[in-house]
């Protein structure tokens, strides 16, 4: 398999994959309610066909997330494992504002949640 490609798909070495924990309506729904985005689209013009790409965000901006590493990422041509995945790893996302400064960040409450119980007990004290 392409090197690229498995460094996008985040096949780590010894050949397992992530194991998505989020349908994608959850994951829809996740990102669009909990995160204040509201496009969450498949990418018409993905290079690889057959595995589907979504794009998010909020009016004409892509959204992002900030990883643990403090890098960060816009959410264009993500797999669903991609979007699972920063759920994981990002510390935190972009908030509805009027610009991407990093004042416009809210706290990711899925951050370092690794099984799905645990996520979703997480998702369920955030939105009460």
């Given at each position: ?15 397992w ?14 990102y ?74 809210m ?22």
């Amino acid at each position: 398999m392409d090197a690229k490609l498995k460094a996008h798909r985040f096949d780590p070495p010894g050949g397992w994959r992530w194991p998505c924990r989020f349908s994608l309506e959850e994951l829809k729904e996740i990102y669009l309610k909990l995160f204040g985005y509201n496009w969450f689209e498949l990418n018409a013009d993905r290079p690889f066909k057959s595995i589907k790409t979504f794009h998010v965000g909020k009016d004409g901006l892509y959204g992002a997330v900030r990883l643990e590493d403090g890098g960060y990422k816009h959410l264009e041509s993500r797999t669903i494992e991609d979007l699972d995945w920063f759920l994981f790893i990002g510390a935190s996302f972009g908030k509805v504002g009027p610009s991407w400064s990093w004042e416009w960040w809210m706290t990711n409450p899925l951050y370092d949640r690794l099984d799905r119980d645990s996520a979703m007990i997480s998702l369920d004290l955030y939105s009460t």
